[in-house]
């Protein structure tokens, strides 16, 4: 006799950590296939990586691009209504008219898209010898906040880069979010320091989950992926943690913990607004 599993009736989030290569069809059947495991092992909520049907660089975006709604949200809507998840679909390179950017689709269970969010704060750094990138040489911004609503919480959404910017997940917490998701692909240099360090932050300081979901690491790529998908409580404690390796970590969020914990240390009411403010200008 098969076995039921039992599917959560709570907020269970999974991080798909999927190993990317260079053939699109492949990237896209095979992430899907760990939603598929992730959602059999009672997720709610899955998200994949940023550019998880593409290679992570300025010379793959072109070619792996689409229109949005397009070929790939299309898959991923079929796949959030036949699973009954909100699926956070990584991101994709976007093509819109003769501009790209790096955009993030979610879709609830009834697979309507609830978002579609472009990555505010591009990944444009110098450190000599060690790495230079340049995401502006193809991409263009976004330039509106990204959250979304479901039956749980609302949850913010950034990409990557974005996590580096407090102001950002401050004012995902100012408009209620409870969750904030970064998709994400850190490097060797950067990732070994700051990937962690910036997820346990944003936790921290928005006394949130943060989530952030970066591909499996490929020794071979042109741009190697520092993996270490991760889950932080808002307590700043990581409460789930990937390898480099292809795997999914799954994470029950607790709202109880989040209200205790803000209660117990209320910066959030503490805030001196007659002296300093955060403005949402939208
Ligand atoms: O901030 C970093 O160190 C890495 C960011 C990145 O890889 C990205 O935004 O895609």
């Given at each position: 006799m098969a076995t039921m599993r039992t599917v959560s009736q709570?907020?269970?989030i999974a991080l798909v950590q999927n190993l990317v290569g260079k053939n699109k069809q492949e990237n896209i059947d095979h992430s899907f296939s760990l939603v598929r495991k992730a959602r059999e092992n009672g997720a709610t909520m899955i998200s994949l990586p940023e550019c998880f049907q593409s290679p992570y660089g300025n010379q793959y975006f072109g070619e792996y691009a689409e229109t949005i709604p397009g070929y790939t949200t299309e898959q991923l809507k079929s796949l959030a209504k036949e699973l009954g998840i909100y699926l956070i679909g990584g991101s994709i390179p976007e093509r819109d008219g003769d501009k790209l950017y790096n955009t993030t689709t979610v879709f609830n269970p009834s697979g309507d898209m609830i978002l579609k969010f472009r990555k505010i704060h591009l990944f444009d750094i110098d450190i000599p010898g060690k790495i230079t990138f340049l995401e502006s040489n193809t991409l263009s911004s976004g330039s509106k906040i990204g959250y979304f609503d479901t039956k749980y919480c609302r949850v913010g959404i950034g990409i990557c880069?974005?996590?580096?910017?407090p102001e950002l997940a401050m004012l995902m917490n100012?408009?209620?979010?409870?969750?904030?998701?970064?998709?994400?692909?850190?490097?060797?240099?950067t990732g070994p320091v700051h990937w962690e360090l910036l997820?346990?932050?944003?936790?921290?300081?928005?006394?949130?989950?943060?989530?952030?979901?970066?591909?499996?690491?490929d020794d071979s790529a042109s741009y190697v992926a520092w993996g270490n998908s991760t889950v932080c409580d808002p307590w700043g404690e990581v409460v789930g943690k990937a390898g480099s390796k292809e795997e999914i970590i799954y994470s029950d969020i607790d709202f109880e913990r989040i209200e205790m914990i803000r209660n117990q240390i209320p910066i959030g009411k503490q805030k001196r607004n007659d002296i300093y403010e955060l403005k949402y200008l939208s």
């Amino acid at each position: 006799m098969a076995t039921m599993r039992t599917v959560s009736q709570g907020l269970k989030i999974a991080l798909v950590q999927n190993l990317v290569g260079k053939n699109k069809q492949e990237n896209i059947d095979h992430s899907f296939s760990l939603v598929r495991k992730a959602r059999e092992n009672g997720a709610t909520m899955i998200s994949l990586p940023e550019c998880f049907q593409s290679p992570y660089g300025n010379q793959y975006f072109g070619e792996y691009a689409e229109t949005i709604p397009g070929y790939t949200t299309e898959q991923l809507k079929s796949l959030a209504k036949e699973l009954g998840i909100y699926l956070i679909g990584g991101s994709i390179p976007e093509r819109d008219g003769d501009k790209l950017y790096n955009t993030t689709t979610v879709f609830n269970p009834s697979g309507d898209m609830i978002l579609k969010f472009r990555k505010i704060h591009l990944f444009d750094i110098d450190i000599p010898g060690k790495i230079t990138f340049l995401e502006s040489n193809t991409l263009s911004s976004g330039s509106k906040i990204g959250y979304f609503d479901t039956k749980y919480c609302r949850v913010g959404i950034g990409i990557c880069y974005d996590i580096r910017f407090p102001e950002l997940a401050m004012l995902m917490n100012k408009l209620g979010c409870k969750v904030l998701i970064y998709p994400g692909c850190f490097n060797m240099t950067t990732g070994p320091v700051h990937w962690e360090l910036l997820i346990r932050a944003r936790a921290l300081d928005n006394q949130c989950y943060c989530c952030a979901v970066s591909q499996a690491r490929d020794d071979s790529a042109s741009y190697v992926a520092w993996g270490n998908s991760t889950v932080c409580d808002p307590w700043g404690e990581v409460v789930g943690k990937a390898g480099s390796k292809e795997e999914i970590i799954y994470s029950d969020i607790d709202f109880e913990r989040i209200e205790m914990i803000r209660n117990q240390i209320p910066i959030g009411k503490q805030k001196r607004n007659d002296i300093y403010e955060l403005k949402y200008l939208s």
